[in-house]
């Protein structure tokens, strides 16, 4: 079955330094992939998205990369500041139909 | 726009008891979703609707769930009877329907069955 893998370990890093935040997919090839980040207590709030032909898309601060080779996208916050701490989910199209299918998310801390 | 509206914002109740959700999707929007999330499973879909129809019910845990969708601007999800397990946080999302799905989330409600 599709599957979407994060790493479910918090990754703490230094204020000012990049964030890089890995997403595996397996069992399929997602026409395009999907960064949403979540703060606590509330709901996921889409960033960016990235198409399967594209291998880089950037947004100010934030860089996606899709390499379709090894099905996976990384996600980069440079000069990473205290507010950008929040759980990054990663999504893709499901198979038929409108589904989306989220993995299960990195917690990001940057420390001051 | 206000976003995706969602009511109650925090539940807490006794096993047993009926529970029912609401959400008031982004006008406009063609879909509305339901999702469930918790530590262990992460965010689950449970229901999809398209044009107020709903059109993948796969996710819904069983019967005791159920979800209607009355009009545009409306959704109720109700749980009957409530059991622990169904502890959680349970989020309303909607998208425009173009092909790239972006969603957009409701603040969630936070569920407590004791």
């Known amino acids: 079955s599709q599957k979407i893998e994060q790493n479910s370990e918090a990754l703490n890093i230094q204020e000012g330094k990049t964030a890089t935040l890995t997403c595996n997919y397996t069992?399929?090839?997602?026409?395009?992939l999907q960064w949403y980040r979540q703060d606590p207590g509330r709901g996921p709030v889409f960033l960016l998205l990235?198409?399967?032909?594209?291998k880089e898309k950037r947004k100010e601060r934030l860089k996606v990369t899709f390499d379709t080779t090894l099905k996976q996208s990384l996600f980069h916050i440079t000069a990473s500041q205290p507010a950008d701490s929040a759980t990054y989910l990663c999504a893709s199209p499901g198979r038929g139909g409108f589904k989306t299918i989220f993995g299960a998310g990195t917690r990001l801390f940057v420390k001051a | 726009d206000a976003g995706v509206i969602q009511s109650p914002r925090h539940e807490v109740t006794e096993m047993g008891q009926e529970v029912t959700l609401r959400c008031k999707p982004i006008?406009?929007?063609?879909?509305l979703f339901w999702y469930r999330q918790t530590m262990m499973r992460g965010l689950e879909l449970l229901i999809y609707f398209n044009n107020n129809v709903p059109i993948d019910d796969s996710g819904m845990p069983e019967d005791r769930f159920s979800a209607k969708m009355p009009n545009a601007s409306f959704s109720t999800l109700k749980i009957q009877p409530s059991e622990p397990r169904d502890s959680a946080v349970y989020f309303c999302a909607s998208s425009p329907g173009l092909t790239e799905r972006t969603q957009y989330f409701g603040p969630g409600t936070r569920l407590l069955v004791l």
């Open positions: 069992n399929y090839s997602p026409a395009y």
């Open positions: 006008s406009g929007h063609d879909y």
């Open positions: 990235i198409r399967e032909n594209e």
